[in-house]
């Protein structure tokens, strides 16, 4: 896992499009995006057949920990913890 670049914002090309047209090119984007996401929204990126967030973080950024943390991570909340708290770990 490279530092700088999952702190690091991704090319237009490989931004995440959240289903409400948004659309986001770095992790900490991602969290506070999830933040205000509706629970249908939510639900639209994250169920029992896909974690959209898990893989982005994963196919984007190569940061193997983060996917393996929101693939288990079910919930809004937990989603958003689990990203800053990420962040957080590799900026110290």
């Not at 047209?21 to 029992?48: C, D, E, K």
């Not at 943390?69 to 957080?88: G, S, W």
Request: overall charge positive.
């Amino acid at each position: 896992m490279d530092k700088k670049r999952v702190l690091s914002a991704c090319s237009q090309d490989v931004a995440f499009y959240l289903c409400t047209g948004r659309y986001v090119n770095t992790l900490h984007q991602l969290a506070m995006s999830i933040s205000v996401l509706s629970p249908p929204a939510f639900v639209y990126h994250v169920n029992a057949q896909k974690n959209d967030f898990a893989k982005w973080a994963q196919d984007v950024f190569g940061d193997d920990e983060l996917a393996r943390r929101l693939e288990r991570t079910k919930e809004k909340d937990a989603t958003v913890d689990t990203i800053l708290n990420r962040l957080r770990e590799i900026s110290s």
